[in-house]
């Protein structure tokens, strides 16, 4: 039995610390997600358990944090939901040879670099148990990911969606988030199967069948969902909980195929109508409580397991900039270059370069799986925290500094956003950044 | 062909195509590296409980039947905590199939626990078997500047290797 005094005082401070450090990094000109993420490392090991080791024994016992743990993963499973939700087969349709090329630089350029360092960091801080594959394919798609909401965000409190900047931006992590995921699926099974007796022809076949279903039977069945809001205005309780059923059946099925529970929630929230008002609809159902008491449990709970005090002398702190720099040459230069290939002015280049390098809560949910199934090593998995943290952070001022506003709002896109995806990818980020 | 597509074709090939010919290359290359030997998970602890009562700190091991190491791995560093209700930490390194480690008594309630001679150190060296199945491992503690004491032979046998793949 849980010890609900304990998990309620537990979930009472950390609201608390995520709200009043989300609301000054939001003086600073940073995203609410940024500050709430630094939280979530303040009340970890990092800081609290080591300025007062016996006050983070009473709030954080070992033995309650598996409940915490349980709730944090539930908000994350709605989150990925919602993640999927936002993300409309259009914009992936929709785009030209500069969103092509960026968003598919954007992906492979911090990918081979990190396979790249792989090579060096594998003998250093992975072990014999883990598959070099594995490690340098997790390293891979860690590094080459880009944080929808808050790149969203930023976007939206500069004016900039509509711009050319803006759509090649939403349309290239789009791309990079549902490749990122593909990536990742295929490291998971690959894990997972090497250590289990199922044959990974089987977990493949298992998953290409529930995806066939889920395209095929379930959308079908989530269409007669759109059609009943557009009759009544609104959904009933029962139809939304029978989407919430369905939401966490499809990551029940995921996670038993060998997979994950996410991968089945990203894909229920992708197989959804793509109305824009149902979309909306859907989100102001479960946008609120998700983002303002689940989230910040879940950066909580990855805080209490990231120990920067794991990352001492100056050897590990080489390693750890040597990721920074990696993932930041990959992703900021990778895209900068591509852009710029394509015709788009150095300085926008540059914009877009630095809005990919944003890594923000999409890194922690990714090193979070990695760490799960232990690919990576509690060294390395604060590592990352810190280079997502730093990618995160360095966006905005960066932003400011390389190209000012006048630059940046250029006529419209050479590649036209789908005008369905944008208001509300720009509401749900809102909710999420704000 | 136009001149826009010839372009976007070439920096595709350049920027996308030969990288990914490059990926597979570091792959293969990379499959012949060593990694530090897994030494990750919760440990049986089997030592002589004669010879442990006579170190100057044997509150602070508290050897029971039950006694367990867990050790948390990043490389060739790791932490290593001794569940035995003293909950002492200590940090080591492994080289080789070689892992040393200090611990530190004085860390823990020293009071109860009492501190192992002048420095408060103990030292364990042990040499894992990596082709037991279960891994085991087999070394010596010992206290830090204390000529006088004997010693402690002791193995361990991994009870619970990483969980690959599970959550």
């Known amino acids: 039995m849980p010890d609900l005094f304990k998990l309620v005082l537990q979930i009472s401070v950390i609201l608390g610390v995520c709200r009043v450090v989300g609301s000054i990094f ?148 789009a791309v990079d988030d549902v490749t990122g995921w593909c990536i990742l699926a295929y490291i998971v099974v690959l894990t997972r199967a090497a250590h289990s007796g199922t044959p990974i022809w089987m977990t493949i076949g298992g998953i290409v069948v529930f995806a066939l279903i889920m395209i095929y039977g379930v959308r079908r069945l989530l269409g007669g969902m759109q059609v009943s809001y557009q009759q009544w205005g609104g959904l009933s309780e029962n139809r939304l909980a029978f989407m919430l059923l369905l939401v966490f059946g499809s990551a029940l099925c995921t996670e038993w195929l060998g997979l994950h529970l996410l991968f089945g ?14 979309v909306q609809y859907v989100l102001d159902r479960f946008e609120t409580v998700t983002v303002t008491l689940l989230l910040p449990l879940f950066f909580a709970f990855t805080g209490l397991r990231t120990n920067i005090a794991l990352v001492k002398g100056p050897e590990m702190w080489m390693y750890c900039g040597l990721i920074v720099l990696v993932a930041t040459v990959g992703k900021l230069g990778g895209s900068t270059l591509a852009s710029w290939l394509t015709g788009m002015p150095v300085r926008e280049a540059a914009g877009l370069g630095t809005l990919m390098n944003t890594r923000g809560l999409m890194e922690l949910v990714i090193l979070d799986i990695g760490l799960d199934i232990k690919v990576i090593s509690p060294a390395l998995f604060s590592m990352m925290v810190i280079m997502a943290l730093v990618t995160t952070f360095m966006a905005t001022p960066l932003l400011d500094w390389i190209c000012p506003d006048r630059i940046l709002r250029q006529g419209p896109a050479n590649v036209a956003a789908p005008e369905s995806a944008v208001p509300t990818l720009a509401r749900s980020a809102d909710k999420i950044s704000a | 062909m136009s001149h826009t597509n010839r372009n976007f074709i070439i920096a595709y090939i350049l920027l996308v ?138 193995s361990a046998v991994r009870v619970t290797p990483p969980k690959k793949g599970s959550l």
């Not at chain 1, 004016?159 to 290239?172: F, K, P």
């Not at chain 1, 929630?265 to 149902?278: H, R």
């Not at chain 2, 002048?118 to 491992?137: C, I, W």
């Open chain 1, 265 to 278: 929630a990203f894909m229920m929230g992708a197989i959804m109508p793509k109305e824009q008002k149902f």
């Open chain 1, 26 to 173: 939001r003086k600073i000109g940073q995203p609410r997600v940024v500050g709430e993420m630094f939280a979530g490392i303040l009340l970890g090991p990092s800081l609290l358990g080591w300025m007062a080791p016996g006050v983070s024994g009473y709030l954080f016992p070992q033995s309650s944090l598996g409940f915490l743990n349980a709730l944090s993963q539930i908000g994350i499973v709605v989150f990925m939901f919602l993640v999927g939700l936002g993300i409309n087969p259009q914009e992936l349709k929709n785009h030209g040879h500069a969103a092509v090329l960026t968003s598919h630089v954007s992906i492979t350029a911090p990918f081979v670099l990190a396979t790249f360092l792989s090579l060096y960091l594998y003998p250093r801080l992975s072990d014999d148990s883990v598959a070099f594959t594995s490690f340098a394919l997790f390293m891979g798609s860690a590094m080459s990911v880009t944080a929808f909401p808050v790149l969203a965000r930023i976007l939206i409190e500069r004016n900039l969606l509509q711009s050319r900047l803006g759509t090649v931006a939403i349309a290239s992590a």
């Open chain 2, 17 to 154: 195509a030969l990288p990914i010919v490059g990926l597979v290359g570091i792959l293969k290359s990379g499959r012949a590296l060593a990694a530090p030997i897994s030494i990750d998970g919760v440990w049986q602890l089997q030592a002589d409980p004669v010879q442990l009562a006579a170190l100057p700190c044997q509150k602070a091991l508290a050897y029971g039947s039950d006694t367990s190491l867990a050790i948390s791995q990043s490389g060739k560093n790791f932490s290593l905590t001794l569940n035995n209700g003293s909950r002492l930490t200590a940090s080591g390194a492994i080289e080789g199939t070689t892992l040393t480690a200090s611990l530190n008594s004085a860390a823990a309630p020293t009071a109860e626990n009492g501190v192992c001679g002048q420095s408060g150190e103990l030292l364990l060296v042990a040499t894992v078997n990596p082709k037991t199945d279960p891994r085991s491992l087999a070394g010596t503690l010992s206290v830090n500047n204390c000529p006088v004491c004997v010693p402690v032979k002791f």
